[in-house]
């Protein structure tokens, strides 16, 4: 029994075919599936993933010839066999003559395979000025040749730290410019842990919703708020979260809200199928005579439903999806693709009407906020599905909309301890005898507002009405009995 225990948990620090790691080199990320005979292109280079699959996550490995990966084996660091180094630099001149071999020299190394600790030990055994250099620039010189000319990648598993570091050094636009450190505050604030019962509204590709659901670890229930046809999760799928961890994840459109809180909502709000593909569900019989009569009219119909359904800003998912059905249409399944486009929409809508119940409780756990739009009425709006006593937290890129939202919180009432903050990083370099913090560095990571919900005043005045009405009639009587007394 304990090695039928034991055998799983080893298997999830091995990297197998299908699993979403992320590619490291120096402090460059980037985010790929792991899918055989798959051209990979990282920082110039191209291989494929076939190696890499079975070892341990942190493996390092060497791009050989044809582009397959070779785990590295740990070497001692290259070092000048006298260990010369000189007193200072002030004697040595950049004149572009000190490098003996040339270009076409290095090239004819690549070109006969030698490894790339060959090639930085020839350029420095070939440097003529390398033994005067101080052991700080040597050290310095050795790093920057490795850097170009040995092709080491380290295969890490996602997590929040990684992809929001990643995303924040390639696109940070698409995260609202949101630094890793402002993430780890929100995720604090916020009070994430394991079966809590989250609202997420974030316009941030869903990093912030991957770090919501690899904090609660598959444990609780998320509902999302979205804005369009459908909710962005680029960044979640990065994560490579198991199936279990979605059940508990619920989306709700933002535009419905209103509806919710006016009690005015209905399943039939919701974007339900189209006319023409529930006529084409109950025309079984004619089915595949129209598909042979008029294809063009059937596919016009689908790609308008999905056009319907994902507006906008889901522009580039309708062209993705388009190949995909002419695919299917060049092998004859037509009528599997209609039925299971048609499945998706039925156990979305199903869903939506979960997210609906599940908002109706108002009784959520904490509310988190991370959106491109104005957070005023966001927050009035979704604070209302929120418990008392419960954390949220807003974070916008600017200060001044926050400001507005902590003006109209206070004007509203209902919430205490009201916080507009912003974080500060700075980097530093540690090395022996040189640390100090990095010439460059983020000038900003955004702005968070963060609160706990409290009892709201009519609700506080019903309650006090209530025992008021208790208490009145008791000592009426005790009156009474008084004045007979007397």
């Not at 092998?331 to 929409?345: A, V």
């Not at 604070?383 to 926050?402: D, I, N, Q």
């Not at 955004?446 to 019903?462: R, W």
Request: aromatic letters at 8%; glycine letters at 6%; one cysteine or more.
């Amino acid at each position: 029994m304990e090695n039928s225990v034991e055998q799983p948990r080893q298997q999830d620090h091995l990297i197998r075919d299908g699993d979403f790691v992320v590619l490291k080199r120096e402090d460059v990320f980037k985010a790929v599936q792991v899918q055989r005979r798959k051209k990979v292109t990282f920082e110039k280079q191209w291989f494929f993933l076939d190696n890499v699959i079975g070892h341990s996550y942190g493996t390092t490995f060497e791009v050989s010839s044809g582009g397959n990966l070779q785990p590295k084996k740990m070497m001692e660091e290259i070092t000048s066999e006298t260990k010369e180094a000189g007193i200072d630099n002030r004697n040595i001149v950049d004149d572009g003559k000190s490098q003996k071999l040339t270009q076409d020299d290095i090239k004819a190394l690549k070109d006969k395979g030698i490894k790339g600790e060959e090639i930085v030990q020839q350029l420095i055994e070939n440097s003529t000025t390398f033994r005067d250099k101080t052991e700080f620039a040597q050290d310095k010189y050795i790093k920057k040749k490795k850097k170009k000319y040995e092709a080491i990648i380290t295969v890490v598993k996602p997590s929040t730290r990684i992809l929001s570091i990643m995303y924040y050094a390639r696109e940070p636009g698409k995260i609202n410019y949101m630094r890793y450190d402002t993430l780890a505050q929100m995720l604090t604030l916020g009070n994430i842990h394991a079966g809590n019962k989250m609202i997420v509204m974030e316009t941030c590709a869903g990093l912030v919703l991957g770090a919501v659901m690899e904090r609660m670890g598959g444990f609780g229930s998320i509902i999302q708020m979205y804005p369009g046809g459908g909710p962005v999760r680029a960044a979640t799928t990065c994560f490579g979260f198991p199936k279990s961890f979605f059940n508990s994840l619920y989306e709700f459109p933002l535009g419905k809200v209103n509806c919710l809180l006016n009690g005015t909502f209905s399943s039939k709000a919701l974007p339900s199928e189209s006319k023409d593909s529930i006529s084409v569900e109950e025309n079984n019989g004619t089915l595949l005579d129209d598909l042979q009569t008029s294809p063009k009219e059937i596919e016009e119909n689908i790609v308008e439903v999905i056009e319907n359904n994902h507006p906008q800003q889901e522009t580039m998912e309708v062209i993705s999806q388009e190949p995909e059905y002419k695919e299917h249409k060049e092998r004859g399944n037509k009528k599997d693709y209609i039925q299971e486009f048609q499945r998706k929409q039925e156990q979305q809508k199903k869903r939506q009407i979960e997210a609906a119940t599940l908002l109706n409780e108002r009784n959520a756990d904490g509310l988190i906020i991370a959106s491109r739009y104005h957070p005023t009425p966001l927050a009035l709006s979704l604070l209302e599905f929120v418990a008392p006593s419960r954390p949220f937290v807003v974070y916008c890129h600017y200060k001044e909309p926050l400001v507005e939202c902590y003006t109209k919180l206070r004007e509203r009432g209902g919430v205490i301890n009201l916080r507009l903050s912003e974080t500060w990083l700075r980097n530093y370099q540690v090395l022996p005898d040189r640390s100090h913090p990095k010439l460059m560095m983020s000038g900003g990571g955004g702005y968070l507002l963060s609160g706990i919900t409290v009892a709201n005043d009519k609700q506080k005045s019903e309650s006090c009405v209530l025992e008021l009405q208790k208490t009145e009639e008791p000592t009426a009587k005790k009156r009474k009995v008084q004045e007979s007394d007397s």
